[in-house]
């Protein structure tokens, strides 16, 4: 890979620091003689005349300097020991051991020497603390020294490699392990342990590593980097791990950072004139940031560079001509602006994300994303929209969304508008107005699969979505859905998010799926089941009729249980993932008759027996009340009602559970009427709709004559009475009329209905109850020639014979009330008159007789009376009437032939005085005849209080219609002793 494939940035500044002795016979460090280089954290120290060591401060003035070495030695290294604060100095004659030497710059310290070595160094390198150092040689050694050289307690060393090939590199990768490079090589040697001179791995073989070219990775990993013509090489303990291919001559290497390296490249085409003539080689300064893989500095000197070194937190280059240059790294902020401008906003992106903390300190946060942002413009205006997309998805955080989606409103760029607002629902960004803007997108480009993936996701919990990040219009995306057909989706949807009336609505009127929305009202409680009832049950009852009724019932009656719901059901699932659009489900129901029409069922009884006929799920849709009990109060069934209006059948069905159930419910005794009055009325209305002579209307009112006398306690007999007169039903008046005080009406009903037969049958069930009755069907009975031909002579004789038995009319009523009419004669009446007459004659004797009886017994009384008051009375009893011994004295006797001991009346009368049962009236009389005295005196003052009453004889005078009867019954009763007539006298 040529130097010319690799992206270059200036994100270096060189600055060229001259010698500010420069052209003097004494210059700091634009000394041709210049050997070695290194810098302490403020100075800056060079080797010059070849033992000359010269220390320099920030301001590049000459702080002092010293002669190292004697006359014929060459320094070539130096090092300053940071942690020590120790200048390490390494100097090479030929024939002389290579020595090494340890300087204070405020005093020099420590001299150590390594031992004869006639070859020259060609690398070193030391550990943090200067207890370990290696040397490279010439000749293929490498030795390495251990011991307390900063302290001066001695040291030991050993050859810990030897070939013919020169080192090229020694490095250490830590206190245990070194790198070693030669021409042909590349080797790793422990630092501790005999090793005999063999390298403890050969990384690389044939391969080896120019001088100057090898630097030790800062990244933790500690890799060893070796710079070849062709490429860079990164290699680990155990070999090599990757290369990077970068076609640049090398002279040196230097690993700045860990992502920086340096390489010095000579450019031997370019031969230069100096002023004076001569020829000087130039050289290239190539920094590679090894992690982005680009160029971040290029720049040709016009001199030969030998040291590059780091000093004050920059890069330092010396060149031959005398020239210091700095390398100084721009801010990160800087560099993003150079790629920016350039539109290299991935690069941009990367080098920002990539940056070491350090390097970002002070950065803007958003100014990435601002980068980012620039970047998807960049990508959009180039029509690249889905690359841009995923550079908007990033910048969330920056705000402004409703541009970057109005951007993608277009249709052939909704696809991208999908992504990012997915990833804003993700990131919980999204609103809800976005929210709902995805859905719609997948509802246009037919992603059936995402949005149900999408709503399975969504949470809820008492009805409200528990992630604020997917709430989303819900009416809005419902209604994009049926628009575009989605129609089972749309019912999902509304399923998941509870709304019932949707669901039912989407299913009945949309896919004319009944059977459907009954299965899903099931699983309802019993709150919303009775919303979506009332306002979609006529429908239902039109498409699936014998369901909704049993649906019904079962609400009504209280058995209602919800079914469990089987949320996304995976069936439909499948079927939306097959038919996409598809407007109705034709899979036909299970239960559904082959013919499609149900039969038309009269009673519940006939509906329970067909429905468990069918199986299945219908073997439970009817419950029994002992089975299930209530788990709440059913509502009031009236609600409902309306919704029967076109099935009269099925409204009778439901009307006959209710009645059969409803007392097992204890329900309110109102809504009982109510539902009675109301089923009476649909059998008396249904048997109107069938022919006259028809079977079917006989049943009905059938059903309404039975219904009436079943519950005619519960059924409001106005009602009844009403309705069967529009109805033209006869039997429902006499079953109104049923009641007492009715039966005078309901006969009333008959006569004037002409119902002949009807007429007789009240005067039979009720005539004994009311005899009034008998005398309204005399009249009747004779008001007209052909009703007394119809019910005939024999019925009018049995009338007259109960008229004369309970004697409610006089002969003479009699008479008068046939001779107003000329249906029946007088001869008709003939036996009746005889009869009254012998009746009356045979009750006048008997009269007669029972007031001689009275006589009699009158006599009798006042004889006995005058005897026990004139004549005595002998008493012969042996036994005391109290306590049944034998009398003795004292002995008491009284008149009425009762005998008593003293003893026994005394306590006789202690204790009834003593229990407050005494009368003062029954003193001087036997106890055994006080409570007969007792009777007849209440008897004397009950008949007083009556004949001291005149309000309540006039008022039983006033409304008798025997007045005499009364007369004399008030006074058998004692009532005219002190009753005085009082007759009224008209009002002044």
């Known amino acids: 890979m040529s130097l010319s494939s690799w992206r270059n940035f200036p994100f270096f500044d060189c600055t060229p620091v001259r010698d500010p002795l420069f052209g003097s016979d004494s210059p700091l460090y634009s000394d041709s003689t210049l050997s070695a280089v290194c810098s302490s954290q403020d100075r800056f120290i060079i080797a010059v005349s070849n033992t000359l060591i010269k220390v320099i401060d920030k301001s590049f003035q000459l702080d002092f300097e010293f002669t190292a070495y004697e006359l014929g030695w060459s320094v070539v290294k130096l090092k300053y020991i940071e942690s020590y604060g120790l200048l390490c100095t390494i100097a090479e004659k030929q024939g002389q051991p290579l020595t090494l030497k340890l300087w204070s710059l405020n005093k020099i310290r420590k001299i150590v020497n390594n031992g004869p070595n006639n070859y020259p160094m060609t690398a070193f390198d030391c550990v943090k603390d200067f207890s370990v150092l290696a040397f490279g040689f010439g000749n293929g050694a490498a030795i390495l020294v251990r011991g307390d050289l900063v302290n001066d307690r001695g040291s ?18 830590d206190e245990s392990l070194l790198y070693i490079t030669t021409t042909l090589k590349v080797l790793t040697i422990p630092t501790t ?15 080896g590593v120019d001088m100057g070219c090898t630097a030790l990775s800062k990244d933790n990993k ?24 970068l076609d640049l001559p090398k002279k040196s290497m230097h690993a700045l950072t860990s992502k920086y390296i340096v390489f010095v490249s000579p450019m031997h085409s370019n031969l230069l ?38 000093m004050w937190g920059d890069l330092w280059a010396i060149g031959t001509d005398g020239m210091l240059y700095k390398f100084h790294e721009k801010a990160l902020s800087e560099k993003l602006n150079i790629l920016v401008q350039k539109d290299l906003f991935s690069i ?14 002070g950065l803007d946060d958003k100014l990435v994303l601002q980068i980012k942002k620039k970047f998807g413009d960049y990508l959009y205006e180039k029509d690249e929209s889905m690359e841009a997309i995923e550079q908007y998805i990033q910048c969330f955080s920056l705000g402004k969304t409703s541009e970057i989606i109005q951007k993608y409103k277009d249709g052939s760029k909704i696809p991208g508008l999908i992504r990012y607002l997915e990833k804003m629902v993700e990131e919980k960004y999204a609103g809800k107005d976005h929210v709902t803007l995805l859905l719609c997108c997948y509802c246009k480009l037919k992603k059936i699969d995402e949005i149900i993936n999408f709503i399975r996701e969504i949470e809820i919990i008492d009805g409200e979505v528990t992630s604020p990040n997917y709430e989303f219009d819900l009416d809005t995306v419902l209604s994009l859905c049926r628009e575009s057909g989605y129609l089972q989706l749309a019912a999902i949807i509304a399923k998941k998010f509870g709304e019932a009336s949707i669901v039912v609505d989407i299913q009945l009127r949309d896919l004319g799926d009944a059977q459907a929305a009954l299965a899903y009202m099931k699983t309802l409680s019993i709150e919303e089941l009775l919303r979506v009832l009332v306002d979609n049950v006529s429908e239902l009852l039109d498409k699936e009729s014998n369901q909704t009724t049993a649906l019904l019932i079962n609400v009504f009656t209280g058995q209602y249980i919800p079914k469990p719901s089987s949320g996304f059901d995976t069936g439909e699932l499948a079927l939306l993932s097959s038919t996409e659009g598809d407007t109705k489900d034709t899979v036909p129901h299970p239960n559904e008759p082959e013919n499609g029409e149900y039969p038309v069922l009269q009673s519940y009884r006939a509906f329970v027996s067909y429905m468990g006929s069918l199986g299945g799920d219908n073997e439970s849709v009817i419950r029994t009340v002992e089975t299930v009990k209530p788990t709440y109060l059913p509502p009031r069934p009236r609600i409902i009602f309306p919704s029967f209006v076109k099935h009269p059948n099925e409204f009778v069905i439901f009307l006959e559970a209710c009645v059969e159930k409803y007392d097992a419910l204890g329900g309110n005794e109102g809504d009982k009427k109510d539902i009675l009055t109301t089923l009476f009325e649909m059998y008396l209305t249904l048997a ?10 006989a049943q009905w009112e059938k059903k309404a004559k039975d219904l009436g006398e079943r519950e005619k306690n519960s059924v409001d007999p106005t009602s009844i009475l009403l309705l069967s007169n529009l109805h033209s039903f006869n039997e ?13 009406d309901l006969f009333r009903s008959r006569m004037a209905s002409g119902d002949i037969n009807g007429s007789l049958a009240v005067l039979a069930k009720y005539g004994e109850s009311d005899p009034e009755l008998y005398r309204l069907a005399l009249s009747y009975i004779v008001s007209e020639k052909h009703i007394f031909e119809a019910i005939g002579e024999k019925k009018f004789q049995e009338v007259l014979d109960k008229i004369m038995q309970l004697k409610l009319m006089t002969p003479l009523d009699v008479v008068q009330t046939l001779s107003m009419n000329s249906a029946a004669t007088i001869g008709l009446i003939k036996n009746y008159l005889l009869q009254y007459v012998n009746s009356q004659r045979q009750e006048i ?39 049944g011994l034998k009398l003795d004295f004292p002995t008491v006797h009284f008149i009425c032939k009762h005998s008593y001991h003293e003893r026994c009346l005394g306590n006789e009368s202690a204790s009834s005085n003593g229990n407050g049962n005494g009368n003062a009236s029954s003193e001087g009389y036997a106890h055994s005849c006080v409570a007969e005295l007792e009777a007849i005196t209440a008897l004397r003052q009950a008949q007083e209080e009556v004949g001291e009453r005149n309000n309540l004889f006039k008022a039983a005078l006033s409304d008798a219609s025997d007045r005499f009867k009364v007369m004399t019954s008030f006074y058998g009763r004692g009532a005219m002793e002190s009753v005085r007539l009082v007759f009224d006298t008209p009002e002044e």
Do not use: M, W
């Open 156 to 173: 030991r060393q050993r050859v810990v490699y030897e070939s013919k090939d020169p080192v090229t590199g020694v490095i250490f990768r």
């Open 193 to 207: 342990g005999a090793n005999n001179g063999k390298p403890d791995r050969i990384l690389e073989k044939n391969v």
């Open 222 to 245: 500690r890799h060893l980097l070796a710079g070849r013509d062709d490429a860079l090489t990164f290699y680990s303990s155990k070999g090599a791990t990757y290369s990077i291919l």
């Open 273 to 310: 004139a100096s002023s004076n003539g001569s020829q000087y080689h130039t050289t290239k300064i190539v920094i590679v940031d090894i992690v982005n893989r680009f160029i971040s500095f290029s720049q040709t000197v016009t001199s030969s560079v030998d040291q590059v070194f780091d």
């Open 348 to 361: 941009a992106i990367r080098l920002a994300e990539n940056a070491d903390p350090e390097e970002k300190l």
């Open 688 to 697: 109107n709709s069938a022919e006259s002579e028809d079977v079917e209307k």
């Open 732 to 744: 429902g008046e006499i079953i109104a009329r049923d009641e007492p005080g009715f039966e005078v």
């Open 845 to 883: 004797q008997n009269n007669e007789k029972l007031a001689q009886s009275y006589r009699e017994e009158t006599a009798r009384a006042k004889l006995e009376i005058n005897r026990l008051i004139t004549e005595p009375t002998t008493v012969q009893n042996t036994k005391c009437n109290s306590c």
